[in-house]
Every structure is written in structure tokens, then in C-alpha cells.
Nanobody, 122 residues
Framework: QVHVVETGGGFVQPGGSLRLSCAAS????????MGWFRQAPGKEREFVAH????????VYKQSVEGRFTISRDNAKNSVYLQMNSLKPEDTALYYC???????????????WGQGTQVTVSS
């Protein structure tokens, strides 16, 4: 099982930027698809982005495309989410997760961290 820890959340004004990081404790990190999900209060967990094992494929939720960028560093067992032009509706608890599938479904992801809070407000 992959153990992941997310960091980098915080409070930011609309239009601001944050960079989330996720560190995974597994020597087989490069064999996993990595994804970012988020969950706002009272809402279901939703897909934000995922990245393939070799980083050649990235997929985004439509509302974040062009503003968010997912990347990974297999040498550091880490995945990142650069978030620019943040909006209040981006406010949520952001989770990193690992999967064997190129999926957008939370149920297809094997391991979840505790999440890192992102709050966008003026």
C-alpha cells in the first residue's frame, strides 16, 4: 500500500497561486498513476487531475484546465499541483491518491492522504 502525505495548502486571495505537494512512501512510485481530488464541505469528493506513470498523459477537470498543472518527479516519489488564478469555488480539502488505472473515479484509487486545505477568499 502507498502512504501519501499532502502539503502546501493555505489561505489565498482570488487570483492567487498555491503549489501543492504530495510525497509517497513507496519504492514503486513510478508504477502508479497519481491523482489529485478535492472535497468541499457538503459535497462529494471530485476529480481534479491525474498524471500517468511516465508523465506523458495529464487529464484535468474542465473547470481547472488552463489554471492548474499536475506534474511528478519519480526520483523524489512526489507529485505536485500548481494552482494559478484561484477562485473561491476552488476552496476545498485537496487529496493526493495513487492508482493502477488512468481513472477519474475516486473508487479506482488505492491510497489516500489526509488532505491539505485550500481556502480562496477575499
Amino acid at each position: 500500500q502507498v502512504h501519501v502525505v499532502e502539503t502546501g495548502g493555505g489561505f489565498v486571495q482570488p487570483g492567487g497561486s498555491l503549489r501543492l505537494s504530495c510525497a509517497a512512501s513507496t519504492p514503486t512510485f513510478s508504477t502508479y498513476v497519481m491523482g489529485w481530488f478535492r472535497q468541499a464541505p457538503g459535497k462529494e469528493r471530485e476529480f481534479v487531475a491525474h498524471i500517468s506513470r511516465d508523465a506523458f498523459i495529464t487529464v484535468y477537470k474542465q473547470s481547472v484546465e488552463g489554471r492548474f498543472t499536475i506534474s511528478r518527479d519519480n526520483a523524489k516519489n512526489s507529485v505536485y499541483l500548481q494552482m494559478n488564478s484561484l477562485k473561491p469555488e476552488d476552496t476545498a480539502l485537496y487529496y493526493c491518491a495513487a492508482s493502477l488505472l488512468l481513472s477519474t473515479r475516486p473508487d479506482d484509487f488505492l491510497s489516500w492522504g489526509q488532505g491539505t486545505q485550500v481556502t480562496v477568499s477575499s
